[in-house]
């Protein structure tokens, strides 16, 4: 075939660089706009965007609160670093699904960034840009990059303090390896003011791990470490928001350490606050890894099967843990996996960690196994093929969510609209059935009744002779014990709820 007309040349031409410059500047524009798209939708994300919003709602930075079954309250289960990005978002942004999802979009693209720029300086710019794509591209990183979730952020911080880790010892220059050293703790800070003591374990199991295998312990005492001005920034970083919340709620530490740090993971009655933790099957998150790290991880695997070569990722020999960036990398990802593999409380945003570091170890791997310039060049264009389904996959999504019309937003937006068609209603509020969702409180705040939960047929009855607007699932709402109940009202039938209005509203008005 004639190489001007390979299809790898007409798409990208030879500059490799300013081709992945153009596709990481398509990767970030993509994933903005997707997330102007899809709405916030319930439990997680709904519970996490309303305490963003309460923060700048009451002008309470401190205690992070939202709206749980009736009563208002402070969430326990989390630092809140996470939500002061989304409110710091919301303050610029507005009361939207793209200021409370940027922090996590945020949180992806530096981490790619800091991939990019640690392998770049210790490895070579081939490996830097596998290891950006593999982890970028990898599906579950891109939808999570898009959503209202503490784990993106903890993410970051988890890989960057790994990375500034592996950069440390890759180091020659004393003043860059100080500055490496102080960026372990100031990114274990921020980890542990996000999610708390499992951002110093998931750093600090791998690194301990590498240490014993090479016998590295001398290295702790390297004069390069900066054992005075790290540990104090780490304290400086977050003591002040543990006291304060201490000091405002004496109960506040032994629930946030002892609850949900310790007894969430080996027990299920462990005293959550705030409904039951998901369970899984014991060593679900070895799956969750594979699902994960999919579509790359195919590629090892394929190369594990395929005959008549000889095959790296076969072999195996201690020497591999001898390299910082892909021994630490190595046991990251595997460690990982392996802890919450002992616990049946794993959901699969827990194993987000493992996907930037199985992406270096992979993208290292790579460099040793395949022709650099056949290989980038199918990679680049395997990585827009890629960029495209995960687009198209999500904007169907959005398209659907939006036509199926079963958000929150939606159905609020239709209670918006009777209200400007019936006079009667403009003064009347929205009482969800049954349990108000936490992204109604986000979306419309003020038009929303906190109530407590209840029986369906019990929140119809009390409204019965009220102004209040009904929203009901359907489900509830062909159950034999409320049908009775709104016989004779007005209903709008709107995706998967209805809109049930006041007695003396109907359709004739």
């Known amino acids: 075939?004639?190489?001007?007309?390979?299809?790898?040349?007409?798409?990208?031409?030879?500059?490799?660089?300013?081709?992945?410059?153009?596709?990481?500047?398509?990767f970030i524009i993509i994933r903005?706009?997707?997330?102007?798209?899809?709405?916030?939708?319930?439990?997680?994300?709904?519970?996490?965007?309303l305490i963003g919003y309460e923060m700048v709602n009451k002008s309470d930075f401190l205690t992070p609160m939202f709206h749980h079954k009736g009563d208002f309250v402070a969430f326990k289960g989390k630092p809140p670093l996470a939500f002061w990005c989304e409110a710091f978002a919301i303050k610029f942004f507005g009361v939207n699904s793209f200021a409370v999802k940027l922090p996590s979009s945020l949180a992806a693209f530096l981490l790619l960034a800091l991939i990019y720029f640690v392998l770049k300086r210790y490895k070579n710019s081939y490996v830097a840009r596998n290891a950006v794509i593999f982890t970028g591209l990898s599906g579950l990183f891109f939808v999570y990059s898009g959503s209202v979730i503490v784990d993106m952020v903890l993410l970051f911080f988890i890989a960057s303090s790994l990375l500034a880790y592996m950069a440390f010892l890759e180091e020659k220059d004393k003043r860059i390896k100080i500055f490496w050293s102080i960026a372990v703790f100031i990114f274990a800070a921020g980890g542990f003011l996000t999610k708390g003591p499992i951002a110093i374990f998931e750093f600090g199991l791998p690194v301990f791990l590498w240490t014993l295998i090479n016998k590295q312990w001398k290295g702790l005492r390297d004069h390069s470490w900066a054992w005075a001005i790290g540990p104090l920034l780490f304290f400086i970083i977050v003591i002040p928001w543990f006291y304060l919340s201490h000091k405002n709620d004496a109960n506040f530490l032994e629930y946030f350490f002892v609850n949900e740090n310790f007894k969430r993971f080996i027990s299920k009655d462990y005293g959550d606050k705030y409904g039951a933790g998901r369970e899984f099957h014991y060593f679900a998150a070895v799956w969750m890894f594979l699902l994960s790290t999919l579509p790359w991880v195919l590629l090892p695997i394929y190369s594990w099967f395929k005959k008549g070569q000889q095959n790296i990722f076969k072999q195996f020999s201690w020497n591999i843990f001898k390299d910082p960036i892909s021994g630490i990398s190595l046991l990251a990802f595997s460690s990982i996996t392996l802890f919450w593999s002992l616990t049946s409380r794993s959901p699969i945003h827990y194993l987000l960690p493992t996907i930037p570091m199985f992406a270096v170890y992979l993208a290292v791997k790579c460099d040793e196994k395949f022709e650099r310039e056949k290989f980038v060049k199918n990679l680049m264009l395997g990585a827009w093929g890629m960029l495209i389904l995960l687009t198209i996959g999500l904007s169907s999504m959005a398209v659907f969510v939006r036509f199926d019309n079963s958000t929150t937003k939606y159905v609020l937006g239709e209670v918006r609209e009777l209200q400007k068609q019936y006079?009667?209603?403009?003064?009347?509020?929205?009482?969800?059935?049954?349990?108000?969702?936490?992204?109604?409180?986000?979306?419309?705040?003020?038009?929303?009744?906190?109530?407590?939960?209840?029986?369906?047929?019990?929140?119809?009855?009390?409204?019965?002779?009220?102004?209040?607007?009904?929203?009901?699932?359907?489900?509830?709402?062909?159950?034999?014990?409320?049908?009775?109940?709104?016989?004779?009202?007005?209903?709008?039938?709107v995706g998967a709820w209805n809109i049930i209005l006041p007695k003396e509203v109907n359709k004739n008005q």
Request: one cysteine or more; glycine letters at 2%.
């Open 32 to 49: 903005l706009l997707l997330n102007f798209a899809i709405p916030v939708t319930d439990q997680t994300e709904g519970r996490y965007a």
């Open 1 to 26: 075939m004639n190489s001007e007309k390979c299809p790898t040349k007409i798409f990208f031409g030879n500059n490799i660089k300013r081709n992945f410059l153009i596709f990481f500047i398509a």
């Open 423 to 493: 006079h009667s209603l403009q003064n009347s509020q929205v009482y969800f059935v049954r349990e108000t969702p936490y992204s109604a409180y986000f979306y419309d705040h003020d038009l929303i009744i906190n109530h407590k939960n209840e029986a369906e047929d019990y929140s119809v009855k009390i409204n019965e002779n009220t102004q209040n607007i009904l929203i009901i699932r359907s489900k509830y709402l062909r159950r034999e014990k409320v049908k009775p109940l709104v016989k004779g009202r007005t209903i709008y039938p």
